[in-house]
C-alpha cells in the first residue's frame, strides 16, 4: 500500500504510466521546455513555461457547465516557490499581476523550505495537514483533506481570500503542485460549476506538468537515459483513484459537494460572489 513517505523507488518512463483516456495530454520525455509567458490552451487551462517550476497552471479558460470559463490571470495553481528563479516571480508578477500566494503545507514544510517574499503580493499559510501526515497511505492522505479539521480551516481561509481578492492573480501550492494544490483546485472549480469530467482531467494534468521537469521521475519507472542523475526526486503520480478516495469521502460524510462547500463557508450567495469575480460573463 502506497503512503505518502513512499515516494522513494524504482523508476520507468512517464510515456508508459500516463492515464487512459487523456489522449493527447500524455508527456514526451525530454521535451524542450520553452521559458516565457507563451502557452498552450486547452480544456485543463493553460501551462505557464517558467525557468525553474514545471507544474504550474493558470486555470483562465476552462470552461463550466453552463458555457462560461475560467477568467484568465485570476488562479494560478504551482509546485513549491521556492523552485523559482527570480525571472520567474518577475513573470508572475508583471504578467499576471501576482497579488495572493497561499501555501497549504504544513509548518514543518515551510519552516525548512520558506516562500521567498514577492514585492507587493500577500502571502497566506493555509496548511491543510499536520506535520506528520506523511505516516498514512495515499487514500486516508486524501480522506483526510477533505475530512480533518485543519484541512478544513485550511481550504475554508482559502476560500474567504479568494472572496476577498477582487483584482489579480492568487497563487495555490503545495511542494509539488499535485495532492494537496489539486484538492483546492478541485473544490474552487467545483465551487464554480465545473464538471467532474473536466475536473479529474485538470487533476491528472498535473502527471503531464512533472514529467517536463528533468529532475522529477515518477515511482516503478526506469529513469530515462538523458534524465539528470543528481538531485533526482522520485514522487508518485496522481491517479483517478486518489481524486476518488476525496470525492468518495465527501459524499460519505457530508452527502454531497453542495454541502461540503456549505461546511467551508461557501453558501449560494458566496458561490455566486465567486463566479462573478473568477468566470467570464
Not at 470552461?63 to 527570480?86: C, E, F, M
Not at 503520480?237 to 459524499?251: P, S
Amino acid at each position: 500500500m502506497r503512503t505518502i513517505s513512499q515516494r522513494v523507488g524504482v523508476v520507468i518512463m512517464l510515456s508508459g504510466l500516463l492515464f487512459s483516456g487523456l489522449s493527447g495530454c500524455a508527456a514526451q520525455a525530454g521535451t524542450t521546455r520553452s521559458v516565457g509567458t507563451k502557452a498552450t490552451k486547452s480544456v485543463v487551462g493553460t501551462h505557464i513555461a517558467l525557468q525553474g517550476p514545471t507544474n504550474v497552471q493558470d486555470l483562465g479558460g476552462i470552461r463550466t457547465k453552463n458555457g462560461q470559463t475560467v477568467r484568465p490571470h485570476r488562479l494560478i495553481r504551482s509546485s513549491k516557490l521556492a523552485d523559482y528563479t527570480a525571472q520567474d516571480l518577475r513573470t508572475l508578477r508583471v504578467t499576471y499581476h501576482l497579488r495572493s500566494i497561499v501555501d497549504f503545507r504544513s509548518r514543518k514544510e515551510i519552516q525548512q523550505t520558506p516562500d521567498p517574499r514577492v514585492a507587493r503580493t500577500t502571502y497566506h499559510q493555509d496548511s491543510v495537514v499536520a506535520n506528520n501526515y506523511g505516516q498514512r497511505t495515499t487514500k486516508q492522505f486524501y480522506q483526510g483533506l477533505v475530512s480533518d479539521p485543519i484541512a478544513l480551516r485550511g481550504y475554508r481561509a482559502f476560500f474567504n481570500q479568494l472572496l476577498h481578492q477582487k483584482s489579480g492573480a492568487t497563487l495555490f501550492h503545495c511542494t509539488y503542485g499535485k495532492d494537496r494544490t489539486g484538492i483546492g483546485a478541485m473544490l474552487v472549480l467545483s465551487a464554480l460549476g465545473v464538471s467532474k469530467q473536466t475536473i479529474l482531467r485538470e487533476y491528472l494534468y498535473s502527471n503531464t506538468n512533472l514529467a517536463r521537469d528533468p529532475h522529477v521521475v515518477f515511482l516503478n519507472q526506469r529513469t530515462p537515459g538523458k534524465r539528470a542523475k543528481t538531485h533526482l526526486q522520485r514522487i508518485n503520480a496522481v491517479t483517478k483513484g486518489d481524486l476518488t478516495a476525496a470525492t468518495q469521502r465527501i459524499d460519505q460524510k457530508y452527502g454531497s459537494m453542495a454541502n461540503f462547500l456549505k461546511r467551508l463557508g461557501v453558501t449560494p450567495t458566496k458561490q455566486a460572489q465567486l463566479k462573478r469575480l473568477y468566470l467570464t460573463k
